[in-house]
């Protein structure tokens, strides 16, 4: 008989994974100095734990590796199996499904940007940024504003993405009264309770734009006669 875990549990990419096994007969006595190999695998992947450590009267066989290196693991389900060998006893080789799931924080792939960088009161104000979270989970990118020096940041909105490489716009517009120098920042936070900010990116509300429409009159010259 083979206890095994992990058994569904989440791993933060980056952390280590342990395998455990306790082997026991059919009279639940612990079985000690078997052969014991542990693989974790997808159906295309497959990657073997090593060494393989024993307790020498209990029973129990474990193993541990880290979810980035050497190899930086995909973010989804792995399956667990093992294999035990021992003379006088029957071989095992048992498959725990979906033993551990790869979880990832989403990160910003592009630098925070806003267009135009310097535009009038009346102009709409384009704001950027692309997120990334490779394990899909439902990520809220919320924008924040204030003028430069100020204390307080201003919620502007939020935007809702999954996936790899999203690409995420939010639009404002300013009135006469909140000419300044101001600044934003993108707060990123997934369904597992993952947060994190972008670096916070200068850009200035002026004075609209005034433009001159000649309506009437093209600068004719008129002779006017004499008598």
């Known amino acids: 008989r083979v206890f095994l875990i992990p058994n569904g549990t989440n791993h933060t990419r980056g952390t ?113 940024v692309k997120i990334t979270d490779e394990d899909g989970d439902n990520v809220n990118v919320s924008l924040f504003e204030k003028v430069v020096g100020a204390g307080t940041w201003s919620f502007v909105d939020s935007r809702s993405v999954s996936g790899v490489n999203q690409t995420i716009n939010i639009s404002k517009t300013w009135t006469n009264s909140q000419i300044a120098s101001r600044e934003f920042f993108f707060n990123v936070s997934d369904a597992r309770s993952y947060t994190m900010n972008t670096s916070v990116i200068n850009f200035t509300v002026e004075k609209d734009d005034v433009s001159v429409i000649l309506v009437a009159g093209n600068a004719p010259t008129v002779y006017r006669a004499i008598g």
Not at 29 to 34: E, N, Q, S
Not at 86 to 101: D, E, L, Q, R
Not at 113 to 125: H, K, R, T
Request: glycine share 4%.
């Open 16 to 128: 280590n994974v342990t395998i455990l096994a306790n082997l026991t007969d059919e009279c639940v006595v612990p079985i000690t100095g078997a052969t014991v190999e542990f693989n974790y695998s997808q159906p295309s992947l497959l990657y073997s734990c090593s060494p393989v450590n024993a307790d020498a009267t209990s029973g129990f066989y474990n193993c541990t590796f880290n979810t980035s290196s050497p190899t930086l693991l995909e973010a989804k389900f792995w399956n667990v199996t093992t294999w035990a060998n021992k003379t006088y006893y029957n071989s095992i080789n048992m498959t725990n499904v979906s033993a551990f799931f790869i979880e990832t924080r989403p990160v910003n792939e592009s630098v925070p940007a806003v267009s135009p960088n310097v535009g009038g009161w009346g102009e709409v104000f384009y704001f950027t």
